[in-house]
Nanobody, 119 residues
Framework: QVQLVESGGGLVQPGGSLGLSCVAS????????MAWYRQPPGKQRELVAS????????NYADSVKGRFTISRDNAKNTVYLQMNSLKPEDTAVYYC????????????WGKGTLVTVSS
């Protein structure tokens, strides 16, 4: 059974840091491109960051560049999102997504973890 499980969400003050993890099972993790998305309250889901299967290339949304870092450990079937200098507008449910990258390949989504940035 294919499964992505996010963890690490919670309440943090503005300017603080939080690290998210997403553990994959049921897939050959090392061949999958991984990404983090987020959905703020009342808004659409948006791409936060992505990383290629080998980890050599990363991309970030402009709103998080310089503050967030995506990484992966293929030996642990895990992708991470380190979030620093958090702002209230970073409040959202954060989801991880896996895609093997072939034309027509289906996305695999986790159920999400809530991050709340508030004083």
């Amino acid at each position: 059974q294919v499964q992505l499980v996010e963890s690490g969400g919670g309440l943090v003050q503005p300017g603080g840091s939080l690290g998210l993890s997403c553990v994959a099972s049921g897939i050959m993790f090392s061949i999958y491109q991984m990404a983090w998305y987020r959905q703020p309250p009342g808004k659409q889901r948006e791409l936060v960051a992505s990383i290629t299967s080998g980890g050599s290339t990363t991309n970030y949304a402009d709103s998080v560049k310089g503050r967030f870092t995506i990484s992966r450990d293929n030996a642990k079937n895990t992708v991470y999102l380190q979030m620093n200098s958090l702002k209230p507008e970073d409040t959202a449910v954060y989801y991880c997504k896996a895609n093997v990258g072939y034309p027509g390949a289906m996305d695999v989504w986790g159920k999400g973890t809530l991050v709340t940035v508030s004083s």
